[in-house]
């Protein structure tokens, strides 16, 4: 399996999976509306506070009790990392990675011991404590949503009281609880959960979940907590120095290190004077394939690979470990490693259940809105990238690139927490259509999450399959730069497209829309009464009078004659793609040839070699792609 720079991380942990239902209706959900009332009032607990904080966890869905990647159960998100260890199985990925060239070279991390239950974070056992407090057993707090609403309750109650503070009615009167509910052991992490749970009461919130049924809480706009609570916490003070983080999100410096092993040979990242030297163009979005504490040790490595910042699962707390100014080693291909900041999210590409917290999606938004108003970043899907859309460099590369974060990210509701919701910006002639279904309902189903070939647990999903016919009866769009026979492997990319992501429309059969991908016409069910895009307009590139068809790079290197003496010109090499006359593909960007030499422990040696060629950076197929501008013409996409 192909997942993050990190698959083999110590301590990984894996969970079993169990499907969710799809939301089919807008009904009243009597059960867990009633189970916050009932919860609040037995434990004196505001019934806003109760439902504000388990939407920062879980949005209140039950997962079926899966437990998510840090071992948290049910709509409270209560951890039983111990419970979740014990039901998982070891996992490990292929981790193949490219630090500083674009030829493969193993990634191999030391296999880690589970720690012993002493060993577990406090933040990953709430879920015994909330046992003890209610007198429920611990497979109830796990498999019964209304028990594990009441288990969280519970420990806000234990809380409050343990701050010396009243089991007030007043949700002003509860920020000190909240906080603590966070399991964060530092004023940082814990004001950061406790002031995104309070901006969601004062917002408020709707939200039909994977049990099919409506929850509420009403707007609290005029709220406003008693903040001064948490110094009386008794929590530790956060070292924040030297991090390049929004003051909106908790952060601590955890470098990774520059060190010279010798025989010239140095890791785990390299120096660099971004965005002086050239611009950072893109963020990629990866998912750790492992545990909180083992990717620590593993981004501390001097040997291993490297990435900018590590996101956690349970209350979106951030380590940052490179300075965007240098290049980190993440993506598998160096022209986007030399251009990009990587970040890392706590999770899992093939544990459908194992979901990533609501905490955690909040908090990267954050970060990313933050890096890319800092540095000029556009926020669209041609550059906010999946470690899954970055090309191979060359064609011998492409069957080993990385498929995180997978189809089990919510592309859509990130982008809404970016501020960038995915609406439509034309009408049915503007040419283009960017893909978003609705990820509860948008089940395409994919083998392989446990056992080759066996299917995963059904789930929703961000990605919409494609097929090289208007109906599920015709072939899967093939990949020929993967040269297999195309399947529903969730690490199969080769007929997937992802929410956010635009093309060109092709032709319209009925509920069948076509675009343009890979050099082909591709189809993907697109029924009007639920549709899986929307239209949308902008440039697009189709190769220049005469041409029949133009080569696809998958990275933007100068011409061989840019190169000063000492730096060798690296092969301008073309993927075994081809743009075909007659077809049109969505514009990124117009980007400089560029390369970023940087081969030895000296930095002095490093140099930026900057060439003549212009490329336009494409949407090609599942990723990204490159073709040189005198190549082609711009055009709009609806003429």
Partial sequence: MRGSV?????????????????????????????????????????????????????????????????????PMHLTDARTALAEGTSHHGDGSEDPRG?????????????????????????????????GLSRRQLRTDPAANVAGGAALLAAAQKELGRPLSSDPADWYGAVARFSGADDTATAAAYANDVYAVLRTGQERVTDSGRLVTLAAQPDLSPDTGQLRRAGLRTLDTAGTECPPTVSCEWVPAPYEEFGEGDYGNHDLGSRPASQRIE??????????????????????????????????GHIAQHVKAKDVAWHAGNWYINAKSIGLEHEGFLARPDAWYTEAMYRSSARLVTYLAKKYGIPLDRQHILGHDTVPGPTASAISGMHTDPGPYWDWRHYFELLGRP????????????????????NRPGYTGCVTAGRPCADHGSSAVRLYSGPGESYPLIKDIGLGSTPSKGVNDLSSRVSTGQQYAVAGRDGDWTAIWYL???????????????????????????????????????????????????QTVSALPYTLPAGQRYVVGGKVPGEYYYAVTFDEAS?????????????????????????????????S
Avoid: C
């Avoid at 003549?612 to 711009?634: K, S, T």
């Fill in 282 to 315: 893109y963020i990629v979005i990866h998912d750790t394939e492992g545990a909180w504490d083992g990717v620590l040790t593993m981004v501390q490595d001097p040997t291993y690979v490297s990435w900018q910042y590590t996101l956690r699962s349970t209350d």
């Fill in 606 to 638: 490093h140099r930026v070699v900057a060439g003549e060629d212009l490329y336009y950076e494409i949407q090609f197929g599942h990723r990204v792609g490159y073709v040189r501008a005198a190549d082609v013409r711009v055009v709009p996409s609806g």
């Fill in 6 to 74: 990190t698959a083999l991380a110590a301590a990984a942990l894996l969970f079993p999976l169990l499907g969710a239902a799809p939301a089919d209706t807008r009904n009243p959900e009597p059960g867990l509306q009633s189970a916050f009332a009932s919860a609040a009032a037995e434990y004196h607990v505001p019934q806003s506070v109760l439902l504000g904080v388990s939407y920062l966890q879980s949005r209140w869905d039950a997962h079926g009790g899966a437990p998510s990647v840090s071992g948290g159960y049910g």
């Fill in 519 to 569: 050099g082909q016409k591709a189809w993907f069910k697109n029924p009007k009464k639920n549709p899986t895009a929307v239209h949308a307009a902008g440039q697009v590139v189709t190769p220049k009078a005469g041409l029949t068809s133009v080569p696809v790079y998958g990275r933007a290197y100068p011409e061989a004659s840019a190169y000063p003496a000492g730096v060798p010109a």
């Fill in 102 to 134: 674009d030829s493969a070279r193993p990634a191999l991390a030391p296999k880690a011991k589970p720690p012993k239950p002493s060993e577990i974070p406090a933040r990953l056992r709430t879920l015994p404590k909330a046992a003890e407090l209610t």
């Fill in 422 to 441: 995915l609406v439509p910006t034309a009408g049915p002639n503007g040419g283009l259509v960017t893909i978003r279904p609705d990820y509860a309902a």
